[in-house]
């Protein structure tokens, strides 16, 4: 995909002026604002260099949240969802972050891996490189808050891991 079909999915002014860092993280977004303010500080503490966010026409300030946040490139567009999803993140990839470390998670999602929190992402990806990887596959695991649900307050910025503390063991 070339920088003009980008500029077909995306309402960009200045496509070129995105730019990628070592380490990057491709995220959908639509109406996140509760969530975005520790999700953005988690992954910022986590060593992301550009986070490439698609806002998927947040109308909930999420997008003032995110122009505010300065490792991250917001690409606006109000194309149906489930019809371009996976369009997005691969027309983002490919156009932005070929040969580059590139995580995948949605606003509810922390990736957590053998070091974290002791050490960074880039420590991790260091790890992998001279094992000779160059991806890793991560399982979602739900997490949920110790309390009924129904009692459950959470504010923007709060750690959702602190929150939500308990997962489904399976059994």
Known sequence: MDIFQIKELFDL????????????????????ALRLPYFLKFYERLGIDRMLVIDNGSTDGSGKILDACPFVTRLYTTKPFMEHKAIWREAVANQFCAHRWVIFPDVDELFVYPGWPDRDLKWFIRYLETSGCDAVFASMVDMYPSEPRATLQYEPGESVIETCPEFDAGD
């Open 13 to 32: 002014k200045d496509v070129p002026s995105v730019r990628a860092g070592r380490v990057n993280a491709i995220v959908t977004c639509f109406n996140e």
